[in-house]
């Protein structure tokens, strides 16, 4: 069977994966969060979601996405960690110096569209200008959201990627 995989593309991924496998011992960890805490959070790769926390594999259930939005995912990907996998804390954090903080949504679709000829109106980024607002917004979408599970425990905080410090929000 061929195989269309990029491998050459892919090859510094796969070479560290080996080294990363050859040493791999398995923690026999489950897929259930044992802090019950899940974390909404940038995918800036300055952001190291454990570590920020005090935590490790397994203790945290970790979401991703651009700005750190409560989108539809989001809940649903919440719904489930209630639910099935032991998350009955949920914090929303956002970060400083953070792109999708820094521009409106006309602006980076404008850039997009000037710099790589790419028409992404159809996209919604969900930039923010107030991080405050956006997370008081999102904080409280998932604090209404009817089908989690009851008794869970939500809040914000905006973490910055210059310290290293949570700066919690009263929400």
């Known amino acids: 069977m061929s195989s269309n995989f990029p491998r050459e593309v892919f090859s510094d991924v796969l070479k560290s994966n080996d ?16 802090k019950g805490l899940a974390i909404i959070t940038c995918m ?15 203790d945290v259930k970790i979401l991703r996405n651009a700005g750190a939005r409560v989108t539809d995912d989001v809940l649903r990907t919440l719904v489930l960690a209630t639910f099935l996998l032991g998350v009955n804390r949920v914090l929303v954090v956002p970060h400083t110096d953070c792109r999708m903080a820094s521009a409106t949504e006309a602006e980076i679709h404008e850039l997009i569209s000037s710099e790589h000829g790419v028409d992404t109106r159809s996209v919604e980024f969900r930039t923010v200008r107030d991080q405050v607002a956006a ?20 809040g914000g905080a905006i973490y910055d990627v210059h310290t290293g410090l949570l700066m919690p929000q009263d929400i």
């Open 135 to 154: 997370l008081e917004t999102d904080v409280m979408r998932i604090r209404t959201y009817p089908l989690l599970a009851q008794g869970v425990t939500v």
């Open 19 to 34: 080294s990363f496998a050859s040493e791999f011992s398995d923690n026999h960890l489950t897929g259930y969060a044992a």
């Open 44 to 58: 800036d790769s300055r952001i190291s979601p454990l570590s920020m926390v005090g935590m490790g594999p397994g």
